[in-house]
């Protein structure tokens, strides 16, 4: 047995070294530490399977304890969001501001939108899903109108070939509308992108109306977003500043060069980002930074990125993910 473990075919047991220590006098101790960490070091050895089995046992505990406090606070969270809005709207009734009944999504909704010619050009049954969906939207936003506190940040996903410029429209329509002083929307990069998604937003306002604010355009189909410090800093009542960007370094950079120099106009107004290319979102790139600069200069701003189905979702921070059903159309 001796000549099969000088061989190295096996560990040798505890019980054997100690008994080779009494009979040879040596320092058990010394030997015993040096016997259990080359058990431990010997990759297909009893004690390193046994740490090893003893570990894996350990992980999955941690796991499956991890995955309890995960949906406890997951629990947690959406009764709290529930809450808010439940504040919210209490809030919004004593202010005297728009809040009909109803919930969606189990989340009160406080504001239903203008209706009527809003996405004329879609079949009715589209046109109803995007109305539910985008008033979903917008409940989960913070009310422009509360006051002080932390944005809400989410994404919205959506199936290709399922109408998100028609999403997006009846979003910034409706956050117009609800009190959202500045609301910037982000296309892609490309001068053709920008130049359609501005048409469409344009198709979906509904006509002016007694209690419908005009908007202030800060780009048109033809011209991207130019140096507009003036129109920032002589922002009038109840009257909200549209505009829609490319998602650009150079151009993200010459809206916040405008926002900071129109700081005391704009410290306090709601406002709303809503990229619409936020399949290009990527943590720590450029333009998340530039993004993040508007928070500093407009500390009330919300953030909402649609996205693809799939797409990645490693925004920081969000508050919620919601997702839209495939369209028939």
């Not at 079949?123 to 944005?151: K, N």
């Amino acid at each position: 047995m001796v000549t099969r473990y000088l061989k190295g075919d096996v560990m040798p047991p505890t019980s054997f070294v100690i008994e080779l220590c009494n009979d040879a006098g040596a320092d058990k101790v010394r030997l015993g530490r040096l016997h259990l960490a080359a058990q431990e070091a010997q990759p297909r050895g009893w004690g390193h399977a046994t740490r090893l089995r003893q570990e894996a046992a350990t992980a999955r505990r941690q796991a499956m304890h991890a995955k309890r406090e995960l949906q406890l606070t997951a629990a947690a969270l959406a009764d709290a969001q529930d809450r808010i809005c439940e504040l919210e709207q209490q809030l919004a009734n004593l202010r005297g501001l728009t809040s009909p009944a109803g919930h969606i999504g189990g989340r009160p909704v406080w504001y239903a939108g203008p209706r009527g010619r809003l996405l004329t050009r879609q079949t009715p049954a589209f046109g109803a899903q995007v109305d539910q969906v985008s008033d979903r939207i917008v409940a989960h936003l913070r009310h422009p109108q509360s006051g002080p506190g932390i944005p809400a940040c989410g994404t919205v996903l959506v199936p290709q070939q399922s109408g998100k410029s028609a999403y997006v429209s009846a979003v910034t329509v409706k956050a117009a509308d609800a009190g959202f002083g500045l609301v910037m929307v982000l296309s892609g990069p490309w001068n053709a992108e920008r130049t359609q998604l501005q048409a469409n937003i344009e198709a979906a306002l509904p006509p002016r109306a007694h209690d419908i604010p005009p908007v202030r355009w800060l780009t048109s189909v033809t011209r991207d977003y130019r140096r507009a410090v003036r129109q920032l800093r002589t922002m009038p009542d109840r009257q909200p500043i549209l505009m829609v960007v490319k998602r650009n370094a150079a151009v993200l950079r010459k809206v916040i060069a405008d926002l900071r120099e129109a700081r005391n106009a704009i410290s306090d107004v709601p406002a709303l980002i809503i990229d619409a290319a936020g399949d290009t979102a990527l943590a720590g790139d450029r333009v998340e930074s530039l993004l993040n600069s508007v928070l500093d200069v407009v500390p009330r701003t919300q953030y909402i990125r649609f996205a693809s189905v799939g797409a990645d979702q490693g925004v920081p921070s969000q508050d919620f993910v919601l997702s839209v059903p495939a369209s028939d159309d």
